[in-house]
C-alpha cells in the first residue's frame, strides 16, 4: 500500500510539474501514466473519470487525481494524488507571483510564455483525440453512432446559446436512455 501511494505520488507530481495548459492538456499525459505506465485503471475507466471530472466542480486535472487516486488507493491514494498534483502549480505560482513584477516586460519571459502556446494546444488537441479514438479491451471504440449524434445537438445547442447546463443534464439524460444505467 506504501508502495502504491509513493507512485501515486511521483506520477501525479510529474503531472503537476509537466501539465502546462491546464487540465485538458494534462489528459494526455494522465492518460499516459494511469493507463498506459501503471495500468491503474482500463480505457473504459479513465474515460468515465474523465467524464466524471468535466461534470463535478473544480479542474479536471484535480477532480481526476482525486477519483484515480480513490480508484487505486481508496481515501490515501485520493489525497496523496490530489496533494502532488496541486504542490507544483502552488509552488510555482508562489515563486511568479514574487518575482512576477520584475520579470514581467522582460523579452525573454515574453518569448517563453510565446513558445509554450502552441505545446498547449497540441497537447489540447491530443487529448481530444485519445479521447475520440480510445478503445476497450474488446477492440471496440467508446464513440458509437448515438454519441456523435448527442455531441452534435450539444454543439448546436451550445451555438444558440442553449444554457450549459441544460444542454448537460440533457446529454445526461439521453446516456441513460440510450445506454442505460
Known amino acids: 500500500m506504501i508502495a502504491t501511494l509513493i507512485q501515486l505520488f511521483i506520477s501525479y507530481l510529474k503531472i503537476g510539474f509537466f501539465g502546462f495548459g491546464g487540465g485538458y ?26 467524464a466524471i471530472s468535466q461534470m463535478t466542480p473544480g479542474p479536471i486535472a484535480i477532480n481526476s487525481a482525486t477519483y484515480i487516486g480513490y480508484e487505486v488507493a481508496g481515501v490515501a491514494g485520493s489525497v496523496v494524488a490530489t496533494v502532488a498534483v496541486c504542490l507544483p502549480a502552488l509552488t510555482l505560482m508562489m515563486l511568479i507571483t514574487h518575482f512576477f513584477l520584475k520579470l514581467r516586460d522582460n523579452r525573454y519571459m515574453k518569448g517563453a510564455v510565446r513558445g509554450m502556446r ?10 481530444a483525440l485519445l479521447l475520440m479514438f480510445s478503445h476497450s479491451e474488446d477492440g471496440k471504440s467508446f464513440i458509437d ?13 451550445s451555438a444558440r446559446k442553449v444554457n450549459p447546463i441544460l444542454l448537460i443534464i440533457l446529454s445526461g439524460v439521453a446516456g441513460v436512455v440510450i445506454y442505460g444505467l
Open 25 to 50: 492538456a494534462m489528459l494526455s499525459l494522465i492518460h499516459s501514466e494511469v493507463v498506459v505506465n501503471n495500468a491503474w485503471l482500463t480505457n473504459s475507466q479513465f474515460t468515465d473519470i474523465v
Open 118 to 127: 502552441p505545446v498547449v494546444v497540441g497537447m489540447i488537441a491530443s487529448a
Open 145 to 157: 453512432g448515438w454519441s456523435w449524434a448527442i455531441f452534435a445537438l450539444t454543439l448546436v445547442g
